[in-house]
């Protein structure tokens, strides 16, 4: 916190923080004194030593005082005022820690500084006995490959160790002895290494004592379960051992493993003994005994063995096991006497029996932990999963009573007379703990289900809960092996209970784990353990670091480690204290105990902890909230001049600390203790500690309302319907979930007291929401239970056990009245912890006040009371809300309470008042109505309808209408009219319904805008809405679920609509109708597939252009109307592999084939073009084959019939009648290609014997062409004219521009379509960007912009008309783009495959000039300024160079012929549109008309390129003054030689050569001209003078250009230029080239070669 942010109070106040306070230890009547020489410094941290201390103070400046041996000098001896390390300056310090004799401090950036005694290597120092100033030492992992030093968060030192813990959670050691945990045997270890065994896992904080080491570790997370280890892996004993007794099988899981204890031989024979191996502690008597003590001891407990007749082993105990935590004091044999007497008066099976009462003798549906291991997997690193699964299987299967006998009733004799048969009481204090047996069990049972933490699972049995919970562990279980035992009661009970269990495990959200201290903890321990200080229940060392299980599931927070003794400190404030307890320092009376037990402190609950060399100091909340220090351990008296020393009973508080103010922090160390004190400045210290304290004792109150009460509830039988016991199971995991957080926060609260207390970092301002979240979701379930009646369904089965802790109960609840219902105590008990929000408000509040107004903390603080509060408000407002509605089921008629009454159902209002009833209704009928925060019920006698709110519009009716105080509500189906009986009640109902359906439609019950004070409500709820509905009486949508936007009660907008049948729509609606872009499907029952539908719809039913593909595998892509196939259309058939696939595109109407259309017959080899009717072919078409045949003429039912004609590949004609397909039948002519012909009549079918009668004629032969028979002149006339086809599609065109029919119809509006049709179909596409480019989207924007043209039309504006249409037909979303790409695919469809046919050609030609014609009809009605076909727009004189005429050698300005585009022609503005996309399969009919001309001149190209240019020149007769007499090749000029090839004209060659990359006429017109100039120019360049061209001299040098261009398929771009050039271009300067080309093409296939 800046100092300059810092309000001024609070700088007041920070003088009087962290004051120290010391005095000497060994006493309880002590008088603490401040610490010198720090001068209003505020220490944050303190450390203590033997004789030493540190101190860290908020600057991070480190303090040294006391016996100081490491340094030089004066301060040697002892230093009584604080010293500062210099050497530490300027490192900004934010830990310290100091061992017994030496010191770390870690600072800002991570670096570890350690100084003071080295002997051991602690300070990680080689070859330095002490370390006289602080020094960095280096902390590397080697794993990363370039080493990077690790940062550290925290240090911990002992004696002759020091561990650190890094920023990554991993654990580093240093110094000496096993308590390092390192896998190594030389010491001293100075460079720090880590400690291997807990890597990986989440290490939260460590703690040192003299000679041991602790760590506290989150738990694994749940799913991590790995399989359990047959064998340990360190000693490779069995982990699990079952031995078959001859009546019972003993199953243990004690193993223990010494982790590298040496073992002497004799020891080693014991193990005959033992039926279980793992008794290795019995073993341990060495570490304490000496030799000669040992061996008797032996021999008595083989004795006790071979007494008990091995009816039950005695195994040892390895303190694993849960219930080693006793209520202390509780010792097993108060003395050795009565133990003795016990021993001898064993029994053959008496232990047996002593163990077999304690057994809980209930089906053992797998206990708790087991439950853990079936549902859940438990946390792993407990012993019990392998154990437990097998347990339960064994259970399961014999279904049998399983007795689950406690290991610590059975405690290993051994132990007990290791522990009394010691010679001197100090070495048997020393050498092991006694443990509770069988008498002490049930008390601490009952210990542990107080405790009992998250780990447990509910268990269901009627029997006392303590008996139940026999938790984990090492156990053993016989399993008497007689089925006979078994009630069927029990067994059914088994059956039963397994089918509901409930984790009382929180659901932990991982968030506020992340960002709160986690309670699920376990604590791990290493080291020596003499002193039983590491809580294994042994007094073994290990040398590697093994969890403590018996403090599993306690929630530890915090760990301290003193001398010879450790504390546990856990969230419920309580402290497990073990080790030595030599001063009492343990805090409870028990001899030195080896597994840990409660310490039994005063006071209101434990904070913090401190453990010094032989002491224990504890912080706890007194009832004022200010903290009560006590102390444990030596007392030291001074009677008599003597020191008696005797040590305290139990913890005493040390009165004189009270009066230093509020204390912060405990330190204990050696001679010393020291206290941080903070003054309470303002009530700013008191109110952090009242809430710290409150929030506390609230955790504890939670808990044992989850212990005592939800649990035992949970475990209750016939508690009802399934779906109230589900109810109780959420309840009771939300419950879970918020007693985990407040858990938490208690924690977080705490070790923010002993920080630097700044308000802002305060969880409950920093994560607000967790908290806020937590409990509203546990309000939402509780009131859910409150509404289904589920308290009063609780009390019936419940009232036994509820009445035998009725004061328990009063006392949870906080309610002390008498003789209150048991409903009503559950109600307050659950309800109780809403209470909490208030009292946060509050302390939020008191904390605001110790700021300044105007500073941000005051700001912060009162918005978060102020959210507190709104939610406190909130909160009890629905639970209200809940109250009403129970109170409305208990009264609401029976029947419909079952069908109406939902969990999160509430009430708003009802017409039970007869406030409300239907308009027009009978006179005797019953109409209510009621409003819940989901639905609107209206209730007849017998019969209800529920509207659901988010699909229910309300409106007030006009008073004209004679509606007074009427009420229209419309839902999809109904119309309702109700009328109210005045016109508050209309507005009370108007407001209730429209806030209910705008609080349906916003989902917001339960979330409230925090801090802006309740609900902002909007008074109209949306008329359009996003919501679900399923209709039920519709005729059309019957059944069918709809889930989309809404508008006034019809669905509008986006949605989908799922049939009960299976059929599916999604797409767009309007007024409760498929309208605009639609996806539909329909399943097809027989084929097992979908008819599925891609496209459009208008009012319900496909309109529009769409794609239907039908589940027999046929696709449909083109124009509906009315859910049938009209218009333009293209139909797939079936795959090439399958029997008929086949094309059809073409007009179709009402679901038939009708017009013109193309069908491709694909397995026939035949392709059929021209009209249809009712799906045949009728009237007249053209047909051919992949054989070449041709027909045209007339078809009649699908059959060519009536009069036609046949050409088959050899040019044989038939004229005449046609019956059948390809059968002759009736008159005719038949030519043959020779020219002979035969008239008369004919019958058969083509191709197999024709029967004929008639006259055969042998023409005389003829002199010219020109007398060739006609027949081939004459195709074209039977087929269908170029006109008449594709009608539909440009009508589609047409209606797209809002006309009726071609030219009829308004320009604007056309205009407004083609706007309307870019911006939907870019909208519609904007969904699936890939759909279009960016060059894509640049063109649509272009197209935005309409031409204008005003005034008189220009060349200009033809321009711009043309760059708009070349865009336009450039995008399928504009209708032109359409129609041109419709006319593509038809044209591509009929013309290519089979249709590539010769015959064909004159037909594809007229087609295109057919389709010029129409579209240039549609343009001229978009650009109505645009002249006629032909008319020249008028020439504006512009600057154009003059250009040299070709064949006159005047300069002209202007040559003699326009040019082209001057006029307007249907060619020049599209052709360069249209023919570049119809190029392929045009060209292709032109090579294959041309095949024989063109073979028979490439063959005459081949060979007249052989000779060399001079030679071709002469050959062709050009006159020698032409011929060039340089060459430029590659750049240098050259002579021509007589053997230059290829070189001469050699640019105009290269020009004519690109005639057959251009498309359009009008394009290689232009080529044709440019290689005219070139000429011209390589002739001049030789002439050097002007020079006119005639004919005779320009052929044969344009007959050279052309031979040596060799174009292979110059016929067919000859025939190409001739069929599709401009009209007008003919007699002009293009027009006469043109001519020459083709002059030139005739001569070179005519060429005598001489």
């Known amino acids: 916190m800046d100092a300059q942010e810092r309000s001024s109070e609070e700088a007041e106040g920070a003088k009087e923080r962290g004051l120290v306070y010391i005095w000497k230890a060994g006493s309880c009547s002590v008088t603490p004194e401040r610490l010198p020489g720090l001068s209003g410094k505020t220490v944050l941290q303190a450390s203590l030593g033997i004789h030493h201390g540190l101190l860290l103070t908020e600057g991070g400046e480190v303090y040294s005082f006391g016996k100081l041996p490491w340094r030089s000098g004066p301060e040697e001896l002892c230093a009584s005022t604080p010293i500062l390390e210099n050497t530490l300056l300027g490192h900004h310090v934010i830990t310290v820690a100091a061992g017994s004799f030496h010191n770390g401090a870690v600072t800002e950036s991570g670096v570890v500084y350690m100084w003071g005694n080295n002997s051991a290597g602690q300070c990680a120092v080689a070859d330095q006995p002490c370390v006289p100033e602080p020094q960095p030492i280096s902390i590397s992992d080697s794993e990363t490959s370039p080493l990077l030093s690790v940062r550290i968060l925290q240090l911990a030192c002992g004696e002759e160790h020091t561990l650190a813990l890094s920023l990554s959670r991993e654990i580093w050691a240093w110094g000496s002895g096993c308590q390092l945990g390192l896998i190594t045997t030389t010491f001293p270890v100075t460079k720090p290494q880590k400690v291997e065994h807990l890597a990986g896992r989440v290490v939260l904080q460590i703690a040192c004592g003299a000679y041991h080491s602790l760590a506290l570790v989150q738990c694994l997370p749940v799913q991590e379960m790995k399989p359990i280890p047959e064998r340990c892996n360190h000693c490779s004993q069995l982990l699990i051992t079952m031995t078959d007794k001859e009546d019972h099988v003993i199953i243990s899981d004690s193993h223990c493993c010494p982790l590298g204890i040496a073992l002497s031989g004799k020891q080693t024979e014991n193990n005959v003994f033992y039926p279980s191996l793992e008794t290795l502690e019995g073993k341990s008597v060495a570490g304490s005994q000496s030799e000669d003590s040992q061996k008797p001891l032996v021999e008595d407990h083989t004795l006790v063995a071979l007494e008990s007749d091995g009816a039950s082993a005695l195994s040892s105990n390895d303190g694993q096991e849960d219930s080693g935590i006793s209520s202390p004091g509780n010792t097993l044999f108060p003395d050795k006497k009565e133990m003795k007497e016990y021993v001898v008066g064993l029994p053959d099976h008496s232990l047996n029996e002593s163990l077999e009462k304690n057994i809980s003798t209930e089906p053992e549906q797998p206990s708790q932990e087991e439950q853990i291991s079936a549902c859940i997997p438990g946390p792993p690193g407990t012993s019990t999963s392998a154990l437990n699964s097998l347990v339960a299987s064994c259970a399961s ?150 969890c403590v299980k018996s403090l599993d599931g306690k929630e530890v927070i915090h760990l301290s480690a003193g001398g010879h003794h450790s504390l546990a400190l856990t969230a419920k404030s309580q402290v497990y204290s073990w080790g030595s307890n030599i001063s009492g320092q343990l805090g409870h009376l028990s001899s030195p105990t080896t597994v840990p ?241 208030h009292s946060y408000a509050r302390t939020l509040l008191k904390l605001a006040t110790c700021f300044e107004v105007a500073s941000p903390e005051y700001q912060k603080l009162q918005d978060s009371s102020s959210c507190y509060e709104s939610l406190a408000v909130h909160l009890s407002r629905k639970r209200k809300e809940a109250e009403y509605t129970l109170g409305f089921w208990k009264t609401f008629p029976g029947k419909m309470t079952d069908s109406l009454r939902k969990p999160e159902r509430r009430l708003i209002c009802e017409s039970s008042n007869r406030g409300l009833s239907l308009q027009h209704a009978g006179r005797f009928s019953v109409n209510w109505f009621i409003l819940f925060n989901d639905a609107l019920v209206h209730a007849q006698f017998s019969t209800h309808h529920i509207f659901s709110l988010s699909t229910l519009w309300v409106e007030a009716l006009s008073e004209e209408a004679g509606n007074v105080n009427g009420l229209k509500i419309t839902t999809p189906e109904e119309q309702l009219v109700l009328v109210s009986s005045s016109p508050q009640e209309k507005n009370k109902w108007l407001r209730a319904i429209s806030q209910a359906v705008d609080q349906a439609l916003r989902g917001t019950s339960d979330l409230i805008l925090y801090g802006a004070g309740g609900n902002v409500q909007r008074q109209e709820p949306p008329i359009s809405r996003s919501a679900k509905y399923t209709f039920y009486k519709d005729p059309r949508f019957k059944d069918a679920v709809y889930d989309g936007r809404w508008l006034s009660g019809k669905p509008h907008g986006r949605g989908i609509l799922k049939w009960a049948d299976g059929r599916m729509y999604s797409g767009s609606f309007r007024t409760g109708l498929e309208d605009g872009f639609g996806e539909y499907r329909v399943p097809n029952k027989v084929l097992n597939k979908d008819d599925h539908y891609v496209g459009y719809w208008k009012e319900g039913k496909m309109c529009g252009h769409g794609v239907y593909s039908y589940a027999t595998g046929e696709v449909y892509e083109g124009c509906f109307q009315d859910n049938m196939r009209h218009g333009h259309g293209l139909l797939r058939s079936g795959k090439l592999t399958s ?512």
């Open 597 to 837: 037990r409660l310490a039994k402190v005063c006071g209101n609950g434990v904070w913090s902890t401190a453990a010094g060399l032989d002491y224990s100091l504890f912080l706890a909340d007194e009832d004022d909230f200010q903290p009560g220090l006590y102390y444990s351990g030596q007392e030291t008296t001074t009677e008599n001049t003597l020191y008696e020393n005797s040590c305290t009973k139990s913890p005493i508080l040390l009165v004189s600390c009270s009066k230093m103010g509020y204390i912060s922090n405990v330190i204990a160390g050696g001679d010393n203790c020291l206290v941080l004190v903070d003054k309470n400045v303002m009530g700013y210290i008191a109110s952090l500690h009242e809430l710290a304290s409150t929030e506390r004792r609230f955790y504890c109150k939670l808990s044992e309302i989850k212990s005592q009460v939800l649990r035992p509830l949970l475990g209750l039988d016939n508690l009802g319907s399934a779906s109230t016991i589900q109810l109780l199971q959420e309840m009771a995991s939300r419950f879970s979930k918020l007693c985990y957080l407040i858990g938490q926060h208690g924690a977080s609260l705490s070790s923010f007291l002993h920080g630097v207390k700044e308000a802002r970092s305060l969880a409950i301002l920093k994560h607000s929401s967790l908290f806020l979240d937590s409990y509203t979701e546990y309000c939402t379930s509780v009131t859910n239970f409150l509404v289904m009646g589920g308290f009063m369904l609780l009390a019936k089965p419940a009232i036994g056990f509820l009445s035998k802790n009725q004061e328990l109960l009063q006392k949870l609840s906080e309610k002390n009245e008498e003789n209150l219902q048991l409903v009503e105590v559950l109600n307050a008990l659950f309800f109780m912890p809403f209470g909490r929000l």
């Open 1139 to 1650: 029997s008929s696939p086949s094309m059809f595109i073409g007009q179709w109407t009402m679901d038939k084939k009708s017009g013109y259309g193309v069908f491709d017959d694909i397995t026939r080899g035949e392709k059929y073009m021209g009209m249809w009717q009712d799906d045949l072919c009728q009237g007249n078409g053209v047909v051919v084959t992949q054989f070449g045949l041709y027909y045209e003429g007339a078809f009649s039912t699908n059959k060519m019939m009536g009069t036609g004609i046949l050409l088959s590949e050899d040019d044989t004609v038939y004229e005449g009648e046609f019956s059948d397909n390809w059968t002759l039948n009736g008159k005719g002519t038949l030519t043959l290609p020779n020219g002979d012909y035969i008239e008369g009549l004919f019958s058969g079918e083509w191709g197999s014997g024709i029967k004929i009668t008639g006259t055969y004629f042998k023409p005389s032969l003829y002199e010219n062409e020109k007398d060739k028979p006609k027949a081939l002149r004459k195709l074209g006339i039977l087929a269908v004219p170029p006109d008449e086809k594709w009608k539909a599609v440009f009508e589609e065109c047409w209606n797209q521009l809002g006309c009726e029919s071609p030219g009829q119809g308004d320009r604007w509006k056309a205009w407004d379509n083609i706007a309307v049709a870019l911006t939907t179909n870019r909208r519609h596409h904007k969904d699936s960007p890939e759909v279009l480019s960016r060059s894509h989207t640049q063109t649509l924007e272009s197209l935005e912009f309409i031409p204008q043209h005003i005034g008189a039309f220009t060349l200009e504006k033809y321009e711009n008309i043309k760059k708009y249409l070349i865009k336009a037909c450039d995008t399928p979303l504009h209708p032109l783009g359409k129609l041109v790409e419709t006319l593509v695919a038809v044209y591509r469809m009929t013309y290519v495959g089979v249709g590539a046919n010769r015959r064909l050609l004159q037909e594809a030609v007229r087609e295109i000039k057919s389709y010029l014609k129409r579209i240039f009809q549609l343009v001229r009605f978009l650009f109505p300024d645009l002249p006629d076909e032909g008319s020249t727009i008028p020439f504006q004189p512009t600057e154009t160079k003059g250009r040299r005429s070709f064949c006159s050698g005047k300069s002209d300005s202007r040559s003699e012929s326009p040019e082209p585009g001057y006029v307007v022609t249907s060619f020049g503005l599209l052709l360069p549109v249209l023919l570049p996309r119809l190029y392929p399969p045009l060209f292709m009919l032109y090579a294959l008309d041309n095949e024989r001309e063109e073979d028979t001149y490439w063959e005459c190209v081949l060979r007249l390129n052989k000779q060399t240019d001079l030679a071709l020149l002469g050959f062709l007769g050009v006159q020698v003054k032409f011929w060039p007499e340089t060459v430029s090749i590659l750049g240098e000029s050259r002579k021509v030689s007589s053997n230059t090839k290829d070189a001469c004209f050699a640019s105009a060659i290269e020009c004519l050569q690109q005639i057959s990359t251009t498309f359009t006429p009008a394009d290689k017109l232009k080529v044709i001209q440019q290689t005219f100039e070139e000429i011209s120019q390589n002739v001049l360049k030789s002439l050097q003078e002007d020079f006119l061209w005639s004919m005779d001299d320009l052929l044969p040098i344009f007959l050279y250009v052309v031979l040596r261009a060799r174009i292979r398929n110059l016929g067919s771009e000859v025939h190409l230029i001739e069929d599709l050039m401009d009209p007008y271009l003919q007699h002009g300067e293009q027009g006469i080239m043109f001519t020459t080309l083709k002059a030139c093409y005739y001569q070179i296939q005519h060429e005598k070669l001489t």
């Open 397 to 546: 299967a014999v279904g049998v009573r399983v007795a689950a006998t406690y290991e610590a009733g059975a405690l290993s004799l051994k132990k007990v007379m290791n522990f009394y048969g010691t010679p001197s009481s100090e070495t048997g204090s020393q050498s092991g703990g006694g443990s509770p047996g069988p008498e002490a069990l049930r008390d601490s049972r009952e210990e542990q289900v107080r405790l009992e933490s998250m780990q447990g699972k509910k268990s269901s049995s009627l029997v006392d809960i303590r008996e139940e919970e026999s938790e984990g562990g090492s156990r053993r279980l016989s399993l008497p092996g007689l089925l006979s035992q078994v009630s069927p009661r029990l067994l059914r009970k088994v059956g039963r209970a397994k089918m509901r269990t409930v984790a009382l495990t929180p659901t932990y959200s991982g968030e506020a784990d992340a960002l709160l201290p986690s309670l699920r903890t376990e604590v791990w321990s290493w080291g020596k353990g003499k002193e039983g200080q590491l809580g294994h229940g042994d007094v073994l060392p290990r040398l590697q670091p093994l």
